[in-house]
């Protein structure tokens, strides 16, 4: 049977909201709304990933424990996703809600979990812009996928500066167009996208310096413009860690979303159950 517009736009706006995806991160108006892009930034072993486990969490646990219950693409092009951990961090949580429960948490429970996520490896921009023309028909077919995780949205950024020469357009044109194309998802679907960023030294003419600011934003203009809520990562630096913490990081979080900026910062650490705000 063949859909109508209307039935159409009834399913798409059935999409859930995340603006409570996680409060601690975000400033009081709430996090990110329908169709933005949240960017998480810093250099390597500042915690991005944790928190992006954090948040895949917190979206496919069922509602009676916390969760959001809703369905989530996983784009790897780090090739760095971490199935053990991440099932490892859903048990414990399962486990800690339903401790009080006769049963607690079984078996079928974490497999309903596991199937609200999707997971696309990429290797290049190529395969990136090709997964995102696929994930259309996912979008208009699952009004329960709401979120969508890039792990990194940076990762062939030197790849194209090298495939574009001397071009800065050439060595852009692949993340533009791959921008260009999430853009129209976030306004045909409502997804709401998570984005880490690796830092790298770069200065204004393009060229990698060790005087320029790491945390300036160094992506494509098409990407810059998509995003709404930038959260800079950092790992504090401590003499003595308290036992059983683990490392502290930072979380500077920068929301323009509402055409006037909004500040907050958090901190948490990361342990064997997952990130721990304190």
Known sequence: MSESGAQLFARLESRRSLKDIEP????????????????????????????????????????????????????????????????????????????????GPDESTLRSCLARLLVVHCSSSSQLLLTLHFLETTLSSRPSVALLLIDSVSAFYWPDRCEGGASLAKQEEKLGKCSELLGRLLRDYRITVFATCHSIRRSSSGVCSSSSDPD?????????????????????????EEPGRGHVFTVHCTSTSCRSKVFR??????????????
């Open 24 to 103: 601690r991160l975000f400033p009081d108006d709430g996090g990110p709304a329908h169709g933005e892009v949240v960017e998480i930034y810093g250099t390597e072993g500042t915690g991005k990933t944790e928190l992006l486990y954090h948040l895949l969490c917190r979206c496919v646990l069922p509602q009676e424990v916390g969760g959001l219950e809703v369905d989530v693409v996983f784009v790897d092009t780090d090739y760095s996703l971490d199935m053990l951990r991440l099932v490892s961090i859903l048990d414990g949580r399962l486990t800690a809600a339903l401790s009080t429960s006769a049963s």
């Open 265 to 278: 910062s958090s901190s948490f650490c990361v342990t064997d159950a997952g990130v721990n705000f304190i």
């Open 216 to 240: 300036r934003p160094y992506l494509c203009l098409s990407w810059r413009r998509l995003v709404s809520h930038r959260l800079l990562m950092s790992r504090q630096e401590t003499s003595e």
